[in-house]
């Protein structure tokens, strides 16, 4: 019988457990150096895939260091730090799976197409979670306000006391616990109460038209001064703001820290009130007069 044939190489997209069965029975049948010049291409591509697997890990792990270094030097937040270099990671590994296996002969086109269809369906899925991610991962990178502040933001306001990746926590005035998502809050407007260091009190305070209007001035800017909390630089503003339907209102405007705000406002108010009655002056308030007219029946 003429003796077969044997190529010198097969082609890469030959079945593994198929050219395997093969391989065994050629050296059952005492065909062993045939099957060694054969099975020569299989080995070299299995070798050249470790070798990939290798050099492509060693890569991967040096790019994530790299990337951790340089974020870090920048002080970016730990939590980006290492979800941006565990994601540039995994990218890396499986571009660098996918090259391997392609080069052992298995078809990866169908398992790019299985990758993205699953990464589309997850993604719908997820959508309202991955757009609380970019949110917390925008709020982590461009730190907008930090724990300790009190803001206004997502419909709500109050001290923040921990940011996730997913949800702020914040803690009301009444020290209740709200949690909010994180695109709430980068959707709209964000107020950091006490982003700076000093903060101005708004007050308005009326008097009477019949009040002698420079003695209340020097009055409200005499309180002001002897109240150590206000601050001398900038200085505080006191005067006339509007005449008013029933008083002339003075705007009171003093400096102050932002942990100062709340109790020196309060402490104003009452002050001012009681100081402006001591001197003889009036706070006058809408009043209304009825006036009552007698109709004679006729």
Request: with cysteine; glycine share 8%; hydrophobic share 50%.
């Amino acid at each position: 019988m003429p003796e077969e044939t044997v190529p010198e190489t097969a082609p890469e997209t030959m079945d593994l457990a198929a050219a395997a069965a093969n391989t065994y029975d050629r050296f059952a049948a005492g065909e062993g150096m045939d099957v060694v010049i054969a099975a020569t291409p299989y080995l070299v591509n299995l070798a050249i895939a470790i070798a990939i697997l290798l050099i492509g890990k060693i890569v991967a792990f040096s790019i994530r260091k790299l990337i951790k270094k340089v974020m870090t030097a920048r002080k970016i937040d730990g939590t980006i730090i290492g979800f941006v270099a565990g994601l540039v990671y995994a990218i890396i590994m499986v571009g660098v799976v996918l090259a391997a296996l392609q080069r052992i002969g298995v078809q990866t086109t169908s398992f790019v197409a299985i990758i993205g269809a699953a990464g589309l369906a997850i993604g719908l899925a997820l959508q309202g979670s991955l757009a609380n991610f970019a949110a917390g991962f925008m709020l982590i990178l461009f730190k907008p306000f930090k724990v300790g502040n009190f803001i206004e933001a997502g419909g709500t306001a109050g001290i923040v006391e921990e940011i996730d990746i997913f949800t702020t926590t914040l803690r009301t005035p009444d020290n209740r616990v709200i949690i909010v998502p994180n695109n709430a809050i980068t959707s709209g407007a964000i107020t950091n109460v006490n982003a700076r260091d000093t903060r101005r009190i708004d007050l308005t305070i009326g008097v009477s038209y019949n009040d002698d209007l420079r003695a209340v001035k020097d009055l409200l800017l005499k309180i002001l001064d002897e109240d150590e909390r206000v601050l001398k630089d900038p200085a505080p503003t006191v005067g006339v703001l509007e005449l008013g339907d029933s008083s002339v209102n003075f705007c009171v405007r003093p400096w102050v820290k932002a942990s100062d705000f709340f109790p020196t406002m309060m402490d104003l108010n009452m002050t001012i009130k009681e100081r402006i009655e001591a001197a003889g002056f009036s706070i006058p308030f809408p009043q209304q007069d009825v006036h009552l007219h007698t109709v004679e029946k006729s």
